[in-house]
């Protein structure tokens, strides 16, 4: 606490944040300042559309839970092929890191689809509940990296309820990954590995088959990375790296090339790279991070937000070995890509405070750019 109160100890980890938060009994939610309502490149726009994204989401979980006397809200549409258009320009947003485009389109959709399982039956009622799947974890998502962990969980749960109402056990293990995602915002860690480790058990029948689904076998590797996160952030580095180890032996088998784009995981080696180097970082061993991956191009994974995410962790590491400018460097390119997405991550924050508290001369634009668009001067 006192490395901290005099600068001496960035809070660049979530293994040390959690650890303050509990020693002095507060929420990592709070410590970190969430949520970050920030004005440049619109940050603000996003934050926005968040009353209309809780009050569906609420009416989502009354009409799943089968609350009687509700009624559609509004003008609605229940037609498949424009239920089906909404849900995949949402995942695009999504994969883009494009959290204002992402947060305008949620509500209207989960209204359209809260008024199909209002009114339809039938495959179209099992359609819109699938749908409510999907929308409700990319709602968990979005609403995480806007800062609203509560809410988050709220989604999370939404996306449970249309769950347990199809009785699928790849869609269930979907559902279980995103409540990890939850969790782990809210620094939940030994529940994250509770809840990841029950949904491995159920997928291990699938997935231990002679001939596994491919949907099991990327929903498995991707349930190992949540607890391989979730112990990194525990400071149980050896149960971390065997996560991963286990993630990367799944990821061969899928091949090369594979990525689970359906599901949302976009599971695949590239992918696990990017979760190996934020082992590395908050195990404090951030080249090893860097390189337990071989022979893996990140930049081809098919989604901005990982390859985003993985520039972050990249830069994390490379801060904490020395080699500040090349991490100024990753963070700039990063925000140029996804600029919302950087500027609000609390980690991508912390290590731009700690390089400008130190300085770094040859990139002191790039640098000044970071904390000018983070607000992190006043």
Same mark, same amino acid.
């Given at each position: 606490?006192?490395?901290?109160?005099?600068?001496?100890?960035?809070?660049?980890?979530?293994?040390?944040?959690?650890?303050?938060?509990?020693? *002095?009994?507060?929420?990592? !939610?709070?410590?970190?300042?969430?949520?970050?309502?920030? %004005?440049?490149?619109?940050?603000?726009?996003?934050?926005?559309?968040?009353?209309?994204?809780?009050?569906?989401?609420?009416?989502?979980?009354?009409?799943?839970?089968?609350?009687?006397?509700?009624? %559609?809200?509004?003008?609605?549409?229940?037609?498949?092929?424009?239920?089906?258009?909404?849900?995949?320009?949402?995942?695009? $947003?999504?994969?883009?890191?494009? +959290?204002?485009?992402?947060?305008?389109? +949620?509500?209207?959709?989960?209204?359209?689809?809260?008024?199909?399982?209002?009114?339809?039956?039938?495959?179209?009622?099992?359609? @819109?509940?699938?749908?409510? !799947?999907?929308?409700?974890?990319?709602?968990?998502?979005?609403?995480?990296? +806007?800062?609203?962990?509560?809410?988050?969980?709220?989604?999370?749960?939404? @996306?449970?309820?249309?769950?347990?109402?199809?009785?699928?056990?790849? *869609?269930?293990?979907?559902?279980?990954?995103?409540?990890?995602?939850?969790?782990?915002? %809210?620094?939940?860690l030994a529940e994250t590995v509770v809840v990841a480790e029950a949904a491995l058990r159920?997928?291990?029948?699938?997935? @231990? $088959?002679? %001939?596994?689904?491919?949907?099991?076998?990327?929903?498995?590797?991707?349930?190992?990375?949540?607890?391989?996160?979730?112990?990194?952030?525990?400071?149980?580095?050896?149960?971390?790296?065997?996560?991963?180890?286990?993630? &990367?032996?799944?990821?061969?088998? &899928?091949?090369?090339?594979?990525?689970? &784009?359906?599901?949302?995981? =976009?599971?695949?080696?590239?992918? =696990?790279?990017?979760?190996?180097?934020?082992?590395?970082?908050?195990?404090?061993?951030?080249?090893?991070? &860097?390189? *337990?991956?071989?022979? =893996?191009?990140?930049?081809?994974?098919?989604?901005?937000?990982?390859?985003?995410?993985?520039?972050?962790?990249?830069?994390?590491?490379?801060?904490?070995?020395?080699?500040?400018?090349?991490?100024?460097?990753?963070?700039?390119?990063?925000?140029?890509?996804?600029?919302?997405?950087?500027?609000?991550?609390?980690?991508?924050?912390?290590?731009?405070?700690?390089?400008?508290?130190?300085?770094?001369?040859?990139?002191?634009?790039?640098?000044?750019?970071?904390?000018?668009?983070?607000?992190?001067?006043?």
């Amino acid at each position: 606490m006192a490395n901290v109160e005099s600068g001496r100890q960035p809070l660049d980890r979530y293994s040390v944040i959690t650890a303050i938060a509990d020693q *002095t009994d507060v929420d990592v !939610v709070w410590l970190l300042g969430q949520p970050y309502r920030l %004005q440049h490149h619109s940050g603000a726009i996003a934050h926005a559309h968040i009353p209309a994204l809780r009050a569906g989401l609420r009416r989502a979980g009354l009409i799943l839970s089968g609350h009687p006397g509700l009624s %559609q809200h509004g003008t609605t549409t229940t037609e498949p092929a424009r239920m089906h258009a909404a849900s995949w320009e949402a995942n695009r $947003a999504r994969q883009a890191a494009n +959290l204002p485009r992402l947060a305008s389109l +949620l509500p209207a959709m989960i209204e359209d689809l809260n008024g199909a399982l209002l009114t339809a039956e039938g495959r179209i009622r099992e359609e @819109a509940l699938r749908l409510m !799947v999907d929308a409700a974890r990319t709602a968990r998502m979005c609403l995480n990296s +806007l800062g609203y962990p509560d809410l988050a969980w709220s989604a999370a749960e939404v @996306a449970a309820g249309a769950a347990t109402a199809l009785d699928d056990p790849i *869609t269930k293990a979907g559902v279980a990954w995103d409540r990890c995602g939850a969790l782990l915002h %809210q620094a939940s860690l030994a529940e994250t590995v509770v809840v990841a480790e029950a949904a491995l058990r159920d997928l291990e029948p699938l997935a @231990a $088959a002679p %001939q596994p689904p491919t949907a099991a076998l990327a929903m498995r590797g991707a349930l190992h990375l949540r607890c391989a996160i979730a112990h990194a952030r525990a400071t149980r580095g050896t149960d971390a790296w065997a996560r991963v180890s286990a993630a &990367l032996e799944d990821a061969d088998r &899928l091949g090369p090339e594979f990525y689970d &784009l359906e599901s949302q995981t =976009v599971f695949g080696r590239g992918t =696990v790279a990017v979760h190996a180097a934020e082992v590395g970082v908050e195990v404090d061993q951030p080249e090893t991070g &860097l390189t *337990t991956v071989p022979e =893996v191009h990140v930049s081809t994974v098919p989604s901005r937000e990982r390859r985003t995410h993985f520039a972050i962790d990249e830069a994390r590491a490379l801060h904490r070995m020395g080699r500040n400018a090349s991490a100024v460097t990753k963070l700039r390119s990063a925000a140029s890509a996804a600029p919302h997405y950087v500027f609000g991550d609390p980690m991508a924050r912390a290590a731009v405070a700690d390089m400008a508290r130190i300085g770094v001369p040859s990139q002191a634009s790039a640098l000044s750019y970071l904390v000018r668009n983070m607000e992190l001067a006043r």
